[in-house]
């Protein structure tokens, strides 16, 4: 625990240090759970994004995106279920005066045996070598047997009890397991409420006139609320998707985990529309195309899984989170769900208006299912950044910091150093940067001793560094410095824009999806 401690506390003063994330307005000592992306942390979310947008609007003929507004008639969130029922169950301890999610305390505690599961069968498979199987010892360990089937039983209860809103029984279960506030050890707690998440503003110049509205707490219903504009305009033929980046804002009370859990977010979400009774089709293609965009990334396959919700949310019918595991553990990354016809028939109902579709082929109007994908912009910046983070030992016994962002999203793709600051070298090396800024991201520093400049870029996650020197003066070549490898190849200035492309774009990157 102490080494995943040390690794997130690295994560968060590396994010400040090279320029990446600093607490929002810091001056004034900060704001609890807010924070703003700085001038390199900027382009990665950019790039994150793009990466998402591409894979999903450009590359698929059947999804378009738009961008609706972050206000949204009230009337959205009463129909969408929001106003009733997007809550939180809180409980605080009375003597740590902290309040915890109730929800979340038991979620850990039964994560605590599947943990106590995992060991047995890493210890075994230690045991047993070549020879080990894994499925039968599953099966048959009766510690195993014990743990899992204690935590489904928790797991279960839990569900059934928040469904029926019987929080007393929420209570009664911290209890029983005997669960104390991380804090302070103390299990002294009150009873479990329920907190509407939702952030409350106005509208209008009045107090009289004013109206009550909300920030919205997902894109998700921008979307449902165009959904019949974009299939009418963009003459849309089920199934297909309209996808949505943009700001969702939530207020959490157990908000931590630097930019994991934020009171102010980005999401990336789509919705798409498909034939009542196809849903469970769609809801397995996007688990398995989602997994996929993830994994193109090449963070590493056992670094995912799969969590399929026991607790479903008041609109879905299937749910399953991608979990990542983050420098904390295994936490949810990506929602993928399947909401049914709910958004689209209860804004029919608060609106009066018709929101279904004529499907020619059948020859009949429905309302379509929905099938959504929703992933943090943010969460996913902080699974990338948080794998990239290494210390390494080099062979001379020196360490250094280097960032193993994958390359297509790092923020910058090349420095550019001119060896000494003299010569005619950086007069050299600003000619490449103007030839490579039409393409590619690309910095310019001459400041310090060329291996501290290469030490700086590590850090910052540049796969490439361009290094001109005397030699480049009479022939027109350049070193080029692998970020991972730091590998030095020699290649001529004209080569250098097909040498980055190669590595750096989004096209071979999407390829591997
Ligand atoms: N439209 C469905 C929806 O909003 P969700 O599971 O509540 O579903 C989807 O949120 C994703 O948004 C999550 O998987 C997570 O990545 C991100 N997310 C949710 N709350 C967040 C928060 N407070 N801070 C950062 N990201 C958050």
Redesign the pocket.
């Known amino acids: 625990m102490a080494k995943q401690d040390d690794l997130f506390k690295n994560v968060v003063s590396h994010a400040k240090e090279y320029g990446f994330i600093f607490p929002s307005s810091e001056i004034y000592d900060g704001l609890s759970?807010v924070y703003d992306y700085a001038q390199n942390g900027v382009e990665l979310k950019k790039n994150i994004r793009e990466y998402w947008w591409k894979s999903m609007v450009q590359m698929h003929e059947n999804i378009v995106g738009i961008d609706a507004a972050i206000f949204m008639h009230p009337t959205t969130w009463k129909a969408s279920g929001h106003v009733d029922a997007f809550n939180d169950p809180l409980i605080d301890n009375k003597d740590s005066k902290r309040r915890y999610r109730a929800d979340v305390l038991i979620e850990d505690y039964a994560e605590k045996l599947n943990q106590k599961a995992q060991k047995e069968i890493d210890k075994a498979r230690e045991r047993f070598g070549d020879a080990f199987d894994e499925a039968q010892f599953v099966a048959t360990n009766a510690r195993v047997i014990e743990y899992r089937s204690r935590q489904r039983e928790i797991l279960e209860r839990m569900a059934r009890s928040l469904e029926t809103e019987n929080l007393a029984d929420v209570k009664a279960l911290i209890e029983e397991l005997e669960i104390a506030c991380p804090e302070s050890g103390s299990k002294n707690w009150t009873e479990v409420r329920q907190f509407n998440l939702m952030f409350g503003t106005k509208l209008g110049a009045s107090a009289d006139s004013a109206m009550d509205l909300y920030l919205r707490?997902?894109?998700?219903q921008g979307i449902f609320v165009n959904f019949l504009n974009v299939q009418k305009t963009g003459r849309m033929k089920i199934p297909f998707g309209i996808a949505q980046t943009g700001k969702?804002f939530?207020n959490?009370i157990v908000?931590r985990q630097f930019?994991?859990?934020?009171?102010e977010?980005?999401?990336m979400?789509m919705q798409f529309f498909v034939r009542p009774g196809e849903e469970m089709k769609y809801y397995e293609y996007w688990k398995e195309t989602r997994l996929k965009w993830h994994l193109s990334l090449g963070l590493g396959k056992e670094n995912y899984r799969f969590h399929d919700h026991e607790k479903l949310?008041h609109y879905a019918n299937a749910a399953a989170?991608i979990e990542f595991n983050f420098p904390f553990g295994f936490k949810?990354?990506?929602?993928i769900?399947s909401r049914t016809d709910f958004d689209l028939k209860a804004h029919e109902s608060h609106s009066g208006k018709k929101l279904q579709y004529f499907d020619n082929e059948t020859n009949s109007s429905y309302v379509p299912y929905v099938v959504?994908t929703?992933?943090?912009?943010?969460?996913?910046f902080l699974a990338v950044f948080s794998k990239a983070l290494r210390e390494e030992t080099l062979e001379d016994g020196s360490t250094r910091t280097v960032l193993k962002l994958p390359s297509v999203l790092a923020p910058t793709k090349a420095a550019v150093l001119p060896l000494v600051k003299k010569d005619g070298l950086p007069e050299v090396a600003r000619n490449i940067i103007d030839d490579l800024k039409w393409d590619f991201n690309v910095s310019y520093d001459e400041k310090d001793a060329v291996g501290r400049r290469y030490r700086r870029q590590d850090a910052l996650g540049t796969p490439f560094c361009i290094t001109v020197d005397h030699q480049t003066l009479e022939d027109q070549t350049v070193t080029i410095r692998h970020r991972d490898s730091m590998k030095q190849d020699r290649v001529k200035i004209s080569e250098l824009r097909g040498i980055i492309s190669e590595e750096v774009s989004m096209r071979n990157w999407l390829m591997k999806m």
């Open positions: 759970a707490p997902e894109t998700a969702a939530r959490e908000a930019i994991f859990r934020m009171r977010f980005e999401q979400e949310a989170d949810e990354l990506e929602g769900h959504e929703s992933v943090g912009l943010d969460r996913m």
